[in-house]
């Protein structure tokens, strides 16, 4: 009886293996195979990648070491992320370096200027200048010889490439002989080189100061022995352009930036012919270098067999790259693919395919060997030191290598790496089909008409910011319409005035003239406005005893004296309020008011919470700050040595 | 029936083997999902020595010390960042951005590395000054309430960096946590 029941269950077996396997995976393993990660070590996958800890929940622990953790945010993360500084920080020097020119990057686009046009630059140097730039693009030094290294954005974003003599020879005599368009002369005033009147320099001084040519160029001050580069990133640094440029091209130029270079950056000031010739004198009797072409030796006029040595020369060590000539054509696949360098960190070979059916090589670091042999270093097995070195000192890693080296500090280092180390694929297209890294300062605003050709003319978007385009120096004003009153703007641009206490004015002053400021204000008032801010407040709906009370809430309910100065008291944090109601609309203090944040996002100003009447009391305050035409206030600054 | 009475008893033995398995942290055969106690014990294999110097996300140079570096955890590098944005207009002597406002604000508000004033406080107390403002917990309404600029979160990696560049140290003792 018993041994018949058996025979029958064991006549069952297979099926009853089958049901409990299914059973047991549905049970226990499948809820557990979900989890990928904690599922992965038991299948004895090896994960090794750099420090990772398999078996822990990736995103719990970073997958790189500490320092670099923020390039695991940027996989995912295309946009910049207010907590990965260092990450935003790599790719802005990315772009500024220009490593898209060689290699192609996760979500960099090319911009349509890498580096400086060349097709007419013969016109511009001298053949003895090109030579000694190649050589070494870095000129300034302090008392004791060194190259000053005054932070990356001061210094020319030229890196130094290996050149023998014969190449720079070459190259020097293909690029002198670029000369398509003569220079245009203007003007009645001409200075040769060599002849330059002190005092016209003197004045020049004078006038390039007040210009705040400073804002966008960097000069090189000597005090205390110490050699510093002082002024904006914007431009080129200029300490020595004196001995750099032609005299003729340097008068062209200032008086027509876009007739030499059409991508470039510099407004197209409005000179009188006085101002345009004492400035010329001051840059090329001042900001001179009688040493700096001392190196280079004796250059005779071109011959034929140099130019097209240089020609080849050009294209082979990648000047291409970066710079335009005319008939010389990049190539797409100069430098290694790069866009999917952290995924090559592990033990796997990562083979890009892209839509073109082109596979793409990768630099990888391969996890079983312990030390990579390349030339005569050995470097740990690490994709960090491996890049880092790569960057700083690629001679050590390959005998003749086309990247040429890279200067610059441990940290920026430590940021490009984290931005590489973030780079886990093919270009992602986020939905507004905007690139991760916002490419050189360009606008995508564009007012119509007449405002629109000065806004171009005057090139607003260098330092200001329009719809997430643009510099990042001075404000954005991608709601100035909002927030602004349209005689305050028109004023402003005549007469360029800096509304934080502690910043000097670093506006230029364009001469506009008040029809032209007001084409421009006009322009800039229709189109920038936010929607958040409900229009139709009028001033004349707040009463004296509404300031009166908006007063009390300013001083002491709120305090807001702790961080804005009215006259000569108050704080230095934000703007000064002293003419705040001449320059701002009562509709944007009441939306800022109940939530700066939500017009401008990541604003340092409190969120206090207003009840609705409080908020009125204090526009209707702010409202009768006004500074009279006669500037009866005294200026912030004597306001501060006041306080002393 | 017997059906039945043969799978609830298979069942019954291979949970038992599942149970018995999870509690002596032992993988019967490779395709057992290994559990949670196993992994955190794991030792990296990938570790390498040379990452000794990459160990920390962030650093502070001590205030009163140049000469000292303070290596900074995932919290209190983010509170470094947030302190940088808000706070070190008014709470230090020296700004990314020129003259420190301290002067201007009176009462002067404390240096954020004042360990004599601020280790003397608990989390809970500085959390609520952050939070609600001076003027909510009877301090001056010079500093003002940054609840809805900051989360909560914020506000606590803030706290932790202050403690981390405290000087004297901070020690969290039974002591400091009264208010």
Known sequence: MLKDQIRKAVSWLPHLMVICGAMAFAFVLWPQKRNWPEWRPSMRIPADFVESRPGILAWKEPILPAQFAQGTCG?????????????????QLIVRYNCIACHRLQGIDRPEMLAPDLTNIGVKVSREWIYKWLKDPRSISDAEGNQVVDGVYLEPRMPKFQLTDVELRAISAYLITQRRKPITRSGSYRTAAGHVNEKDAEDGKTRFNQMFCVTCHALAVTRGGETKLIGGDIGPELTKVGSKVNPDWLSAWLSNPGGYLRHTGMPQYDWSQKDLHVVTQFILGQL?????????????????????????????KGCAQCHVIEGVEPSNKFGPDLSAL???????????????????????????????????????????????RKINDPASLASEPHMPRFHMSQSDLDDVTTAL???????IKNAGNRSMVIERTHAEFHPGGRAGELFHRYKCYQCHRFDGFGGTLAPDLSYEGSRSQRDWIVDFLQNPQTLRPTLTVRMPNFNMSKEEASVLADGLIGPLRNT???????ATEFSAEMAERGKKLYEQKYACQSCHTIGSTGGYVGPSLTNVGNWLRPEWMDAWLENPQSLVPGVIEPRHSFSTDEKKDVTAYLLTLKQNPSGDFPSPLSAREGQR | MKILLVFSLALVGLSSVAIVASKRQVTPCWCWPGSLNILENHKPHGEGKEYASFGSY???????NPQITIPLDYKQAQGK????????????????????????VSPDPPLMNDGAILNGKSDASLHRVIALGGAAVGKSAMMPPYGMVLSDDEIDELIAYVRVIAVPEYRKSPASQKK
């Open chain 1, 532 to 538: 958040r801010v409900k229009e139709g407040i009028e």
């Open chain 2, 81 to 104: 960042r947030m302190f940088y944005q808000q706070c070190v207009w008014c709470h230090a002597d020296a700004t990314p951005a020129g003259p420190s406002n301290r002067s201007n």
């Open chain 1, 342 to 388: 952290a995924m090559a960190g592990g033990p796997f070979v990562v083979d890009v395919k892209y839509k073109e059916g082109a596979s793409a090589s990768l630099h990888f670091v391969k996890s079983d060997t312990k030390e990579l042999e390349v030339g005569v270093s050995q470097i740990p097995h690490s994709m960090i030191t491996y890049i880092q």
């Open chain 1, 288 to 316: 001179t270098d009688p040493d700096l072409l001392k190196d280079v030796p004796k250059l005779a006029p071109p011959t034929p067999a140099e130019v097209q040595a240089g020609e080849r020369v050009f294209r082979e």
């Open chain 2, 58 to 64: 962030g650093a502070e140079t001590d205030w009163s």
């Open chain 1, 421 to 427: 180390l973030s780079m886990s694929g093919p270009p």
């Open chain 1, 75 to 91: 996989a995912c993360h295309q946009e910049d992320l207010p907590q990965t500084p260092q990450l935003n920080h790599g790719r």
